[in-house]
């Protein structure tokens, strides 16, 4: 069974730190993605890692995919409390769907 | 921007009870997915479908689940006979053409609350 544990499960900062969470499994994965999602909304797409070792970076967010593909890290530089969410990585866990990870729940205060 | 669009996004039902929940997919997508997550839970996949079958599906989508593609735009997910333990979000995701194994974005839906009374 493929599993993706996330790390810290909860993170409550200070507007201005920075942060980086943690995606890991003893799988390989052939794609992984990171999602945050909105109290009673679905996941949103924010990045998409394929390639071992991979760095994206979507403003103020960097993700970085393991070179083994087996692991992931987000990090948040100067969070903002419009960062606060729930983080979710996913792998591709075959042809045909992700494996969603344990979450991470984000809170920034003002 | 397409959008993948969820009905009802709000149901009550009684235990025992079918339901069926709606989906309209991306148009141009041909992969089509439920997720589920029990309030507090992680994302948990339930069933992928392609070319009006069942592509793959996890040990939670038993014979008390089906989906369907009735016609050109709408895919469904019914629950036969609803437990306690189905009530969840519900997630309808959709793809374009090739599974998320090369990395294809798949797009979600806000979801479907089922609470099963």
């Known amino acids: 069974t493929q599993l993706l544990e996330q790390s810290p499960q909860f993170l409550s900062i200070q507007e201005g730190e920075n942060l980086t969470v943690y995606c890991n499994s003893s799988?390989?994965?052939?794609?992984l993605q990171w999602y945050r999602q909105e109290p009673g909304e679905g996941p949103v797409l924010l990045v998409t890692?394929?390639?071992?070792?991979e760095v994206k970076k979507l403003k103020r967010l960097t993700f970085q995919f393991g070179d083994a593909r087996k692991d992931s890290s987000l990090h948040i530089t100067a969070a903002q409390p419009g960062d606060t969410g729930l983080y979710l990585c996913?792998?591709?866990?075959?042809?045909?769907?992700?494996?969603f990870g344990t979450g991470t729940r984000l809170k920034v205060l003002a | 921007e397409p959008e993948v669009t969820q009905t009802p996004s709000h149901q009550v039902t009684q235990m025992g009870q079918e339901v069926i929940l709606r989906c309209v997919p991306i148009?141009?997508?041909?992969?089509f997915y439920w997720y589920r997550q029990i309030l507090g839970q992680k994302v948990e996949f339930l069933v992928s479908?392609?070319?009006?079958?069942?592509?793959?599906k996890s040990e939670i989508f038993d014979d008390q689940f089906s989906v369907e593609r009735p016609d050109g735009s709408n895919f469904t997910l019914k629950i036969r006979s609803t437990k306690l333990e189905d009530s969840a979000m519900y997630f309808c995701?959709?793809?374009?053409?090739?599974?998320?194994?090369?990395?294809?974005?798949?797009?979600f839906g806000e979801g479907s609350w089922l609470t099963v009374v």
């Open positions: 995701a959709s793809s374009v053409i090739i599974g998320p194994g090369s990395g294809n974005t798949i797009y």
């Open positions: 799988s390989v994965f052939s794609s």
């Open positions: 890692v394929v390639t071992g070792g």
């Open positions: 996913a792998g591709a866990g075959g042809t045909y769907k992700y494996i």
């Open positions: 148009s141009n997508h041909l992969y």
């Open positions: 479908f392609y070319n009006n079958e069942i592509s793959e």
